[in-house]
């Protein structure tokens, strides 16, 4: 079993703070990816990253794959109230074919 | 709109009532997956499906059963279930490949139904 383990469990900051959630596993991943889940949704995909060391940026959103693939990390630079949400990570390996190893979350809430 | 619809939203059932969770995709995937989210934990695979077939089951207790006539609607039957199945129960969506290949794409999710069981 790959255990995916998130960090902190919970983040409140004010509006125009920077954050960087983790999330880190002993097992290497062939992708990981990240969703944001509102209350009373389901969670939305954000990014998907796949290499090694690979940096995606979705504006103020930054994501890093760890460079053994283990690890990775989103940052949000000058959060809003609208990043309010539990943020998911999630990773799959070779021989687990449409499973993907969820994290139980970082919960975010910004305040104006 | 995420083109995964679940119904209904809200649950609460008895032990003794059997009910079903439906999920309804307008994607044109071929991979449908259930999973069960409580407080503070990862979501949990219950099921996956690739083009109508059953391909996981994730040491599920019987009392929940799955149905995917076709690969647009999947069904979660349950029946005798227990206080501790009470949560928020996701449906989700991918194209995926195939059997072979890993799976690097995302999964689209529903809503979930919030299940109460009293």
């Known amino acids: 079993t790959q255990l995916l383990e998130q960090s902190p469990q919970f983040l409140s900051i004010q509006e125009g703070e920077n954050l960087t959630v983790y999330c880190n596993s002993s097992?290497?991943?062939?992708?990981l990816q990240w969703y944001r889940q509102e209350p009373g949704e389901g969670p939305v995909l954000l990014v998907t990253?796949?290499?090694?060391?690979e940096v995606k940026k979705l504006k103020r959103l930054t994501f890093q794959f760890g460079d053994a693939r283990k690890d990775s990390s989103l940052h949000i630079t000058a959060a809003q109230p609208g990043d309010t949400g539990l943020y998911l990570c999630?990773?799959?390996?070779?021989?687990?074919?449409?499973?993907?190893?969820f994290g139980a979350g970082t919960q975010v809430v910004v305040t104006p | 709109e995420t083109g995964v619809t679940q119904t209904p939203r809200h649950l609460v059932m008895g032990m003794t009532n059997k009910k079903s969770l439906k999920c309804e995709q307008h994607?044109?995937?071929?991979?449908m997956y259930w999973y069960k989210q409580s407080a503070k934990k990862p979501l949990e695979l219950m099921f996956v499906?690739?083009?109508?077939?059953?391909?996981e089951n994730n040491s599920v207790p019987s009392r929940f059963s799955p149905e995917c006539p076709n690969s647009s609607h999947l069904f979660l039957h349950l029946h005798t279930l227990q206080p501790e199945d009470s949560a928020l129960y996701l449906c989700?969506?991918?194209?995926?490949?195939?059997?072979?290949?890993?799976?690097?794409?995302?999964?689209?999710f529903g809503d979930g139904t919030r299940l109460s069981i009293l």
């Open positions: 989700a969506s991918s194209q995926e490949q195939g059997a072979l290949h890993t799976s690097n794409q995302p999964q689209h």
């Open positions: 097992s290497v991943f062939s992708s």
């Open positions: 990253v796949v290499t090694g060391g």
């Open positions: 999630a990773g799959a390996s070779g021989d687990s074919w449409g499973k993907f190893q």
């Open positions: 994607l044109g995937h071929n991979a």
């Open positions: 499906y690739n083009f109508k077939e059953q391909t």
